[in-house]
């Protein structure tokens, strides 16, 4: 796509993040958008991927992924990863205001009146994308991912990037 031409690059002691640790390839799994490889990299999915703020929120989520696997995230733990989607989720642009009207997950939890501050709608918000996050990844149930999440959420929404 057009929009993603632009140059990324980030490098530090550690790790060097640059285009090469970015791919836009075709995928064929329901629902998933991007991902990360086991490179590390960040998978794009060019066919899901319809708008450059789609991209943004994608990419954003992606790279908190990165973030916690440069830091020695284990996936196959279920509360490593519950952690790092509620990360991701909190740190990303799924829950944000900017570009809201593209949003479908800014406009659920903000788009209409509601009783509760704008803190609670976005830790609401958090914890739901998390919880779609673990039951897409590992193939469970709502309640399932929703226990998963849970067990780790108050604890990891508070901690800092």
């Known amino acids: 796509k057009q929009w993603y031409q632009r140059r990324v690059r980030v490098s530090t002691s550690d790790f060097k993040f640059d285009n090469s640790c970015i791919s836009c390839l075709e995928c064929h799994d329901t629902g998933v958008k991007g991902g990360l490889t086991s490179d590390p990299g960040i998978l794009l999915c060019e066919n899901r991927l319809e708008t ?6 994608v990419l954003s989520h992606e790279l908190v992924h990165f973030l916690d696997h440069i830091k020695g995230t284990k996936w ?44 609670e709608q976005f830790k ?32 990891l929404f508070n901690e800092d990037l």
Do not use: W
Not at 88 to 107: D, I, N, R, T, V
């Open 124 to 155: 609401k918000c958090v914890k739901n994308q998390a919880i779609n996050s673990v039951m897409v990844i590992k193939d469970v149930t709502y309640s399932k991912a929703s226990s998963i999440v849970e067990s780790v959420f108050d604890k």
């Open 76 to 119: 196959e733990n279920v509360d490593e990863l519950a952690r790092s989607e509620v990360r991701a989720a909190k740190f990303s642009l799924e829950c944000h205001s900017k570009g809201a009207e593209e949003s479908p997950l800014y406009m659920q939890y903000f788009g209409q009146p509601q009783v509760c501050s704008i803190a």
């Open 52 to 57: 450059e703020s789609e991209l943004h929120h």
